[in-house]
């Protein structure tokens, strides 16, 4: 085609047929058809990419000594945050194994260690209650044992000035007869407190039998009434009991609720004087039964109310009721109705006798 060969003359692609081949070494003709091999050869090829590698890897090493650098300063920044709230963390542990109970560990604002303070919190939190109830309990049976002594000293001394007396002959008939009468009187006291005592054990230690049945409610009321109305003849005092007239069923121990009631009746019966009256009073309510006892004795000082259920407290009266008494009556009878899921409070003005309260409330299903 001429003119693709003028075009490619005038780029300088083709030689100038005037012009003679041998101004043309590096041109060479090939005649159609023909094959020919060309060899071409690249002086300094890898001269760029030797330098290239060369920055490069620079580069690189540059780079990770930098990032290494980093590291290590974030690293120690970091350790130095974690450290610093665990070293007062461990610091806190010490002071509270120690004997500290009150100290608790702060927020450090890391999200992991606040955490573990927190636990370390409420571990604290728990143990600390833990000890302070054991230490509760210890004064109390401290406070026990040392109650149990003084009341079994009366008793003990009353007996031995007996036997004494009695062995060395110095009473007659009469005197006799008065200090037997009155060693009966401390047996007595000894056997009941004893019971009570057995009680309390059974009970602090969780193994107080119960038998809970389904029943009227008003038989034991009326079985203890019964049975204490030969003693409120004897003291001159009338006892009055108040049930429904139809069954008040209801889920209970009736050996519990017999001495329940033989409790407070008897402490009412005690301490109310000849010509009082003592009623017990037998209520059905929707969700529980109410049992009243009340009496028209001197009643309890406000001050005492808290204390009425404490075992061994006598009340702050004076007199041959409360000298016969062993405080241990209303403890029982608390722990008793505590036992069946119920409530017993006290009420009283002075100069016009003492209520107590006993509701048993009634479970699903009973009564029907």
């Given at each position: 085609?001429?003119a693709?060969?003028?075009?490619?003359?005038?780029?300088?692609?083709?030689?100038?047929?005037?012009?003679?081949?041998?101004?043309?070494?590096?041109?060479?003709?090939?005649?159609?058809?023909?094959s020919?091999?060309?060899?071409?050869?690249?002086?300094?090829?890898?001269?760029?990419?030797?330098?290239?590698?060369?920055?490069?890897?620079?580069?690189?090493?540059?780079?990770?000594?930098?990032?290494?650098?980093?590291?290590?300063?974030?690293?120690?920044?970091?350790?130095?945050?974690?450290?610093?709230?665990?070293?007062?963390?461990?610091?806190?542990?010490?002071?509270?194994?120690?004997g500290?109970?009150?100290?608790?560990?702060?927020?450090?604002g890391?999200v992991?260690?606040?955490e573990?303070?927190?636990?370390?919190?409420?571990?604290?939190?728990?143990?600390?209650?833990?000890?302070?109830?054991?230490?509760?309990?210890?004064?109390?049976?401290?406070?026990?044992?040392?109650?149990?002594?003084?009341?079994?000293?009366?008793?003990?001394?009353?007996?031995r000035?007996?036997?004494?007396?009695?062995?060395?002959?110095?009473?007659?008939?009469?005197?006799?007869?008065?200090?037997?009468?009155?060693?009966?009187?401390?047996?007595?006291?000894?056997?009941?407190?004893?019971?009570?005592?057995?009680d309390?054990?059974?009970?602090?230690?969780g193994?107080?039998?119960?038998?809970?049945r389904?029943?009227?409610?008003?038989?034991?009321?009326?079985?203890?009434?019964?049975?204490?109305?030969?003693?409120?003849?004897?003291?001159?005092?009338?006892?009055?009991?108040?049930?429904?007239?139809?069954?008040?069923?209801?889920?209970?121990?009736?050996?519990r609720?017999?001495?329940?009631?033989?409790?407070?009746?008897?402490?009412?019966?005690?301490?109310?004087?000849r010509?009082?009256?003592v009623?017990?009073?037998?209520?059905?309510?929707?969700?529980?039964?109410?049992?009243?006892v009340?009496?028209?004795?001197?009643?309890?000082?406000?001050?005492?109310?808290?204390?009425?259920f404490?075992?061994?407290?006598?009340?702050?009266?004076?007199?041959?009721?409360?000298?016969?008494?062993?405080?241990l009556?209303?403890a029982?009878?608390?722990?008793?109705?505590?036992?069946?899921?119920?409530?017993?409070?006290?009420?009283?003005?002075?100069?016009?006798?003492?209520?107590?309260?006993?509701?048993?409330?009634?479970?699903?299903?009973?009564?029907?």
């Amino acid at each position: 085609d001429p003119a693709a060969d003028a075009a490619l003359r005038e780029q300088g692609l083709l030689p100038d047929p005037e012009v003679a081949p041998q101004s043309y070494p590096d041109v060479l003709r090939v005649s159609a058809g023909s094959s020919v091999q060309l060899i071409y050869t690249v002086r300094d090829v890898y001269t760029n990419r030797v330098a290239t590698l060369q920055r490069v890897n620079g580069t690189l090493v540059g780079a990770g000594m930098a990032a290494l650098a980093v590291s290590v300063l974030v690293g120690i920044v970091v350790a130095r945050r974690l450290t610093g709230p665990l070293a007062r963390l461990r610091r806190v542990s010490g002071r509270f194994a120690g004997g500290e109970l009150d100290v608790r560990a702060p927020q450090f604002g890391i999200v992991e260690v606040d955490e573990l303070g927190r636990q370390f919190n409420v571990m604290a939190d728990r143990l600390s209650d833990s000890l302070r109830l054991l230490a509760a309990d210890r004064d109390r049976l401290r406070e026990f044992v040392a109650d149990v002594s003084h009341e079994l000293r009366t008793p003990i001394a009353a007996l031995r000035t007996f036997t004494e007396l009695q062995r060395d002959g110095q009473m007659d008939d009469v005197q006799r007869r008065e200090f037997l009468e009155r060693s009966t009187q401390q047996i007595n006291r000894l056997e009941w407190m004893s019971t009570n005592l057995l009680d309390l054990s059974r009970i602090d230690a969780g193994i107080f039998p119960m038998d809970v049945r389904s029943g009227d409610l008003r038989e034991p009321v009326r079985a203890v009434v019964e049975a204490h109305s030969e003693q409120a003849g004897l003291a001159g005092v009338s006892l009055v009991i108040e049930v429904p007239a139809e069954p008040v069923m209801l889920r209970f121990d009736r050996e519990r609720i017999v001495q329940l009631l033989s409790n407070l009746v008897g402490n009412a019966l005690k301490f109310t004087p000849r010509g009082g009256e003592v009623v017990v009073d037998l209520v059905e309510r929707h969700d529980a039964a109410v049992i009243e006892v009340r009496d028209s004795g001197p009643g309890i000082p406000e001050a005492d109310l808290p204390l009425v259920f404490d075992r061994f407290f006598r009340g702050t009266n004076v007199g041959d009721a409360r000298a016969s008494g062993s405080g241990l009556g209303l403890a029982i009878a608390r722990s008793i109705v505590e036992m069946h899921g119920g409530s017993i409070m006290a009420s009283s003005v002075v100069g016009r006798g003492a209520t107590f309260t006993v509701r048993l409330p009634r479970t699903s299903g009973q009564g029907q």
